[in-house]
Every structure is written in C-alpha cells, then in structure tokens.
C-alpha cells in the first residue's frame, strides 16, 4: 500500500468514501465525528456536565472505533480491493459509463447490453443504452428501451430521466426531419 493510501485509515469511512463513494460509509464517518466532537466538549469545553465514567466511556469508543475500523480499512487497502467494484454489475456499469463518456459507442453498447443480460430489470444500465441509441441514431430502439423500463418501474426513480429522453428523441427526430426536408 502506498504511503498516501494510509491517510485515508485514519478515519473511520474515508476510506470508502473517497474510493468507492459509498454513502453508507459516509453516514458511519459522520456518526464517528459527532461522538468525537460529544467527547472533545465532554471533556474540554463543558467538563462539569457528565460524570468522570461517561467521559472515559466515550472515549473508549472513541478509541476502539478508530482503531476497528481503521484496521478494517487497511486491510482492504492492503488487499487490493481498492479499486474493484463490490461486484460484476457494478464493475460492467462503471466500464459502459467510461465508454459512454468517452464516446466509444460499440464498446458501451457491449457492456450494457452484457449486463443486461445477466441483470434485465437494472434500470440504471437500460436508461444509459436508451441514451446510447439516441446518440447512434437508432430512434425505435431507444423508445423500446425506454417503453421496457416504464413498464418495470411505471412510477419509480426514473419516471423523470425516460420522459426527458423522449422529449429528446422527439426533438432529433423532429430535427432530422427538417434537415430531410432541407436536401
């Protein structure tokens, strides 16, 4: 492990928020800064308030969670799983959105089409290839796809995402129509 990667052992959760962007680390990271700050006003700033046996408690805790989770996250570090997503979806999902982004089509359209194969209710992955065969030119494809994941999800997360995508699909369509007309 590299000497910068320690860095991120010393406190609890940075280590998977920085790497990973894991949200649940993140909730772990704030619960450990509020015991601490509880314990650091215990003791400095309002030592009257509690007894001597809650300060020592919270300290404990303090201490034994530090070093947990400290240990905890070194040793994943350490073991190289760092950077390997927590399974093969997500390490499908993350490789189609670098392709995506960096406009290799084919090889995007690959990867989601793999993942939905394995996954065919993902709807994160069936909204990408719906806007990957906008950026291709393959209008009925797009709204196939977007057709399959209302029906999945008729109310869920991404009602908003597919009506925009076929108020763009609408738009190119109306555009290539146009420019149809023009030659």
Known sequence: MRRTEWILCAWPGLARIWLRGDWYALLGATAFAL??????????????????TIRTAAWGLVAVTWLVTGAFSARRLSAGQKSQPENLDDHLLIKAQTEYLQGDWYEAEKSLLL???????????????ASLYRHTKRPDL?????????QQEPTG????EIEHELQRLDRSEEVDDVNAQAA
Do not use: G, H, Y
């Open 35 to 52: 015991v601490l700050n509880a314990a650091l006003i215990c003791t400095f700033v309002w030592p009257d308030l509690v007894s001597p």
């Open 115 to 129: 993942m939905l194969q394995e996954q065919p209710l993902d709807a994160d992955a069936r909204i990408m290839l």
């Open 142 to 150: 797009a709204r196939r796809e977007l057709k399959r994941l209302r």
């Open 157 to 160: 997360k991404w009602q908003m």
